[in-house]
């Protein structure tokens, strides 16, 4: 009988930089170091308090010394980078929001207490926006039962002025304003806090994937919702639009959020700009994978690492994430 001849793939075999672990991260394309990782927190205007939010398996409201400690045992893990959202003063909820940018308000303390702990050894960065702090959960003032845009600029900026007097080393406006950038980059250099940077929330669509930090924050809006100022996730090319304006304006650093549904905007984003470029992995994302493994439906570790993985490999220089606590310390990576 003649032998069988199989013929196989010949010289090119790319499973040869596949066969073992070492030879597998010694040619990884994608890469994550703990620098790139911001890390989000959400303060309480009170000195002591831990209050676990029940959909974020893992994430508690903190008072600013539960928050000190927490920052303290993070940096150990070579987490560097916070993003602070706030809460206000119960009762001091009003339609214009004021207390936003009130120079006592709990990220304002965070923010002159952390600085003052870590100095330059930490980078803050404060969340600006005014729906924690409206009765009505907007980000913005309400006029004729619309945002106004233009009313809603200098709430904004004193609230931005406000995080960066007490020391913030950037300030990242979320509220989708048209030329809210502008405004507060121009108030912030004649104020002479030019060395504050700028990270826009350039591409922030109005997304579902928001519910469990809307229950962290208090902030889901009263009434109504928020698609006639966030993006429409049906458009991309918009989200390239966005962020050139914000990089004209004078953004240091441009954000597409939520990330996993958008890995396609975070890769247009990162071909039509320069700048640094964050993706926020939001609460929905992280509360679903969180739900999933606690049922034993995922593997936590391999979904968190793909998922991170894959925002990086996208284009994104930042990830703003919950998981990277978990990351760092089991080893994910």
Not at 110 to 125: E, I, N, Q
């Amino acid at each position: 009988m003649r032998e069988l001849t199989i013929t196989g793939p010949g010289r090119i075999r790319p499973r040869r930089l596949r066969r073992t672990a070492a030879m597998r991260d010694l040619v990884a394309e994608t890469r994550i170091s703990p620098d790139q990782f911001i890390l989000p927190h959400f303060v309480l205007p009170v000195e002591r308090a831990e209050e676990p939010v029940p959909s974020m398996p893992g994430i508690s409201l903190m008072g600013v010394e539960n928050l000190l400690r927490q920052v303290e045992s993070d940096l150990a893990l070579g987490i560097r980078s916070v993003l602070l959202f706030g809460h206000p003063v119960q009762g001091t909820k009003s339609p214009g929001g004021e207390a936003a940018a009130d120079a006592q308000g709990a990220v304002q303390q965070a923010v002159t207490r952390l600085k003052a702990a870590f100095g330059d050894s930490l980078v803050v960065m404060t969340d600006v926006c005014l729906c924690s702090y409206t009765d009505h959960g907007h980000c913005g003032i309400i006029e004729g039962g619309e945002v106004d845009n233009d009313r809603s600029l200098r709430p904004l900026v004193e609230t931005a002025l406000s995080h960066a007097r007490s020391g913030a080393d950037v300030v990242a406006p979320s509220d989708m304003m048209d030329g809210r950038v502008g405004a507060i980059r121009d108030a912030l250099d004649t104020e002479g806090l030019g060395g504050v940077a700028v990270l826009a929330y350039s591409a922030k669509y109005a997304s579902a994937y928001y519910g469990p930090f809307r229950d962290a924050a208090d902030s889901a809006p009263a009434h109504g919702d928020r698609q006639s100022y966030q993006m429409d996730c049906r458009n991309g090319l918009e989200a390239i639009r966005e962020a050139e304006l914000d990089e004209s304006e004078g953004a240091d650093m441009v954000m597409v959020k939520p990330a996993l549904a958008y890995l396609d905007v975070i890769a247009a984003v990162r071909s039509a700009t320069t700048l640094p470029l964050a993706a926020y992995n939001v609460s929905g994302e992280y509360s679903a994978v969180k739900a999933a493994a606690a049922n034993g439906w995922l593997d936590e570790a391999r979904v968190v690492r793909e998922n991170l993985m894959g925002i990086r490999r996208a284009g994104a220089d930042l990830i703003i994430t919950y998981h990277c606590r978990d990351a760092l310390r089991e080893k994910w990576l």
